[in-house]
């Protein structure tokens, strides 16, 4: 088990950009499969992005595609998520994830493969 935390959430503008951070603690993100998820409020979380056990492929949601990148640094145990040309509907809680163990990557997209979850950083965009 590893503890996640993120931050770098906030009121932002339409059009704008911002970086959302997971910091990983008592133990290492290095072997394992990360992503991130987002929640509105009263809907199911939802996937956004997944990075590899691997760390040679990423995956996005459609919805964020080209605009949304996850990158991850090992040496500091760490996760982000970057996120350009913002839209209102990108409105959410975002959870950073990791899952210790192996996800193929027909399941990388299923939040019940991970087992590891942050407690959610808010982004609000506004028009």
């Known amino acids: 088990q590893v503890q996640l935390v993120e931050s770098g959430g906030g009121l932002l503008q339409a059009g704008g950009s911002a970086t959302l951070t997971c910091v990983a603690s008592?133990?290492?993100?290095?072997?394992?499969?990360v992503a991130w998820f987002r929640q509105v409020e009263g809907k199911e979380r939802e996937f956004v992005a997944a990075n590899t056990q691997s760390g040679m492929s990423n995956y996005y949601a459609d919805s964020v595609k080209g605009r949304f990148t996850i990158t991850r640094e090992n040496a500091k145990n760490m996760l982000y998520l970057q996120m350009n040309s913002l839209k209102p509907e990108d409105t959410a809680v975002y959870y950073c994830?990791?899952?210790?163990?192996?996800?193929?990557?027909?399941?990388?997209?299923?939040?019940?493969?991970?087992?590891?979850w942050g407690q959610g950083t808010q982004v609000t965009v506004s028009s």
């Open positions: 008592g133990g290492t993100l290095n072997f394992a499969s």
């Open positions: 994830a990791a899952a210790l163990n192996y996800i193929p990557a027909i399941n990388i997209r299923n939040l019940d493969e991970y087992d590891n």
